[in-house]
């Protein structure tokens, strides 16, 4: 299959937004809506769509292993256990990112798919690194601490070790692992805490159309990305 060429210059991390041309309009004109992550928890149990939707989301998956009361010393066995924590309820937002190692990248069959379900309009960031300093400042004016991050993916047979060391570093990282049935979507994700009992956030990043491009995400889809040399 060919691939359409799409003559854009991008800085940093390629980063694209797939939604309804709606919500794209309004997100270039600078209202980034960020979900609890607690949405996507439910929308799963609730639908069963598990593709948006992810019962797992931010929470610690034990996959086998011990608790031991502090108070009365009891053993609870963990078996394929979801434990909440105190990030559990955090927003995010999030977006695909193109990894920066690779020189060249085109999208599967699956993620063409996938993707497309998501919305018919593709947003395509110019500047990531703009992109995130306009956020960070715009969630730090507003009272929240700002993370961005690539997403890992486990395999929830096993437990991971890595996983638990980056939460040593911050429980908020628990935001950023997902289950490895979600590694096509190869998520940026933008994590704000504390949740405050909220349904979302409503952020004033202001117009990016300068470090924006618009296109149909069928394009994106079937373009090449290349690294310039």
Request: aromatic residues 12%; hydrophobic residues 35%; negative net charge.
């Amino acid at each position: 299959m060919e691939h359409d060429i799409i003559a854009y210059e991008v800085k940093g991390t390629p980063l694209i937004k797939f939604q309804s041309s709606e919500r794209i309009k309004s997100l270039r004109e600078g209202h980034f809506y960020a979900k609890t992550l607690q949405y996507y928890r439910d929308l799963e149990k609730e639908t069963g769509d598990d593709e948006i939707g992810d019962e797992f989301e931010a929470m610690w998956h034990v996959n086998e292993g011990i608790m031991r009361r502090p108070d009365t010393g009891e053993v609870i066995e963990l078996n394929d256990t979801l434990i909440p924590t105190a990030n559990s309820n955090d927003f995010v937002f999030c977006m695909f990112g193109i990894y920066p190692n690779l020189t060249s990248f085109s999208f599967t069959d699956k993620q063409k798919e996938k993707m497309l379900s998501f919305g018919d309009t593709a947003l395509l960031v110019l500047d990531s690194d703009e992109l995130i300093r306009r956020v960070f400042s715009s969630a730090k004016n507003a009272g929240y601490e700002p993370h961005f991050g690539a997403v890992q993916y486990f395999n929830p047979a096993e437990d991971n070790g890595n996983m638990i060391i980056s939460l040593l570093k911050g429980m908020w990282n628990i935001a950023f692992w997902k289950r490895d049935k979600y590694t096509y979507q190869q998520e940026g994700r933008f994590v704000f805490t504390p949740g405050n009992g909220d349904d979302h956030i409503e952020l004033d990043i202001g117009d990016i159309s300068d470090i924006t491009a618009v296109l149909p995400s069928n394009t994106v889809l079937t373009a090449m990305v290349e690294k310039k040399l």
